[in-house]
């Protein structure tokens, strides 16, 4: 790779993502970005889109400051887990009374324990996160000094968590091996209840800043909700939770960028240190993460940095006809990968690389794929390689 020429692209890439960000921060009260209604014919019927009307503004990357080791695309080295974790079915006291114990599959891994409804086991019904809230662990004996049930309560709550095993043994199995992961959390070292304030909250899977600063890699993707007349709209439109994706690069300083294609300006870059300090999380409602579970080796990296090195500074487009497409041909691919002109709207992106790195199917194209598309509602999306994780709220209330 040409250090020079994609440092270069690399700081117009930033620019390119400040200018959105400001863009959206000045016009956060106003109803911006109003949408144009257009009607297409094809092969007979009539179709109705909506497309913006931006006008893109003036770009000026000169006083961004561009580290020389932050041009590259790495994955965060695996660290070693040393904590212990134990899987198996569980049951759970209901807080309802007549409804008694139910079971639930449990997992108690990485500071956290979840437990699903038996018959969904991709969907958590429940998440205690050690890092993000503070817990009391509890044991309950029996007449011989067993540990018989195990009781979590969080700091600050009235609330309870009760489980057991089929027997004492196994009960007092799960019960050091929650210890320890409780023990050994952010939740342990300091008294952290702000989750408290969310009905419920055991039932979001929510990840602290933090972590997600700590566990999110390359090319794992970002889903937002936003606040903006238009995104109620595409989100009215689309019948989806999100409306707007984008793509997560980590780098070899371990400083986190989102890779994204934005209505007003393009394919651009945006630092997460920078969407921190300048909060410019608060443009959203929510901000969701999708781990990508891949082995990211040397190919792997490499198709990403190609990838990011041909689209950086690429022109933003929505149009009808891009959405009447429906399949990708072999000669589309190879044409449109040197094309100059090739444009992306925000899930066209994320969906085009996972296409090169043939996670999503070669033939379909990249334009239909929308944001919700990408989402764990979604139980049509086929992943040929690999596997999505379900969301993550990346929760930002301890900033």
Not at 134 to 162: A, C, H, M, R, W
Not at 374 to 395: F, T
Request: some cysteine; aromatic content about 10%; charged content about 25%.
């Amino acid at each position: 790779m040409q250090q020079g020429s994609f440092q270069a692209k690399f700081k117009a890439a930033l620019a390119i993502s400040q200018m959105d960000k400001k863009h959206r921060q000045q016009n956060k009260s106003q109803v911006q970005n109003q949408l144009c209604e257009t009607i297409v014919q094809h092969n007979g019927n009539k179709c109705t889109f909506y497309m913006g009307n931006d006008k893109m503004a003036e770009i000026d990357e000169n006083g961004i400051v561009v580290p020389e080791q932050d041009i590259q695309v790495i994955s965060k080295k695996n660290e070693s887990q040393k904590l212990p974790s134990i899987e198996g079915m569980l049951l759970k006291k209901s807080p309802h009374y007549f409804q008694g114990w139910q079971q639930r599959w449990t997992v108690c891994k990485n500071n956290r324990l979840i437990y699903y409804l038996p018959e969904n086991q991709n969907s958590p019904y429940g998440v205690l996160d050690f890092n993000i809230m503070s817990y009391s662990l509890q044991d309950v004996k029996n007449q011989q000094g067993q540990i018989t049930e195990f009781v979590l309560i969080p700091s600050g709550s009235t609330k309870n968590f009760i489980f057991k095993a089929e027997n004492a043994d196994k009960t007092k199995d799960w019960y050091h091996v929650v210890r320890e992961n409780k023990d050994t959390s952010e939740g342990a070292k300091k008294i952290i209840n702000s989750l408290n304030k969310y009905p419920r909250f055991w039932r979001t899977d929510r990840i602290s800043f933090e972590q997600f600063q700590k566990i999110g890699d390359t090319a794992d993707i970002l889903l937002f909700r936003g606040t903006g007349a238009n995104c109620l709209i595409q989100r009215g439109l689309t019948g989806s939770d999100y409306d707007h994706a984008a793509l997560l690069l980590r780098f070899p300083s371990g400083s986190l960028y989102i890779l994204e294609a934005t209505g007003c300006y393009g394919v651009g870059l945006c630092s997460w240190q920078d969407m921190i300090a300048e909060r410019w999380f608060e443009l959203f409602d929510k901000i969701v993460i999708r781990r990508l579970e891949i082995e990211r080796d040397h190919k792997f990296l490499s198709t990403v940095q190609e990838f990011v090195t041909e689209n950086i500074g690429k022109k933003y487009s929505l149009t009808p006809m891009k959405l009447l497409k429906q399949k990708s041909t072999v000669q589309d691919i190879n044409k449109q990968a040197n094309k100059e002109e090739r444009t992306f709207f925000c899930s066209e992106l994320v969906a085009a690389l996972y296409k090169k790195l043939e996670i999503f199917d070669q033939q379909k194209s990249s334009a239909q794929y929308w944001p919700g598309n990408l989402s764990s509602e979604n139980k049509g999306l086929v992943i040929l390689k690999g596997k999505l994780h379900p969301e993550q709220l990346i929760d930002f209330s301890n900033i």
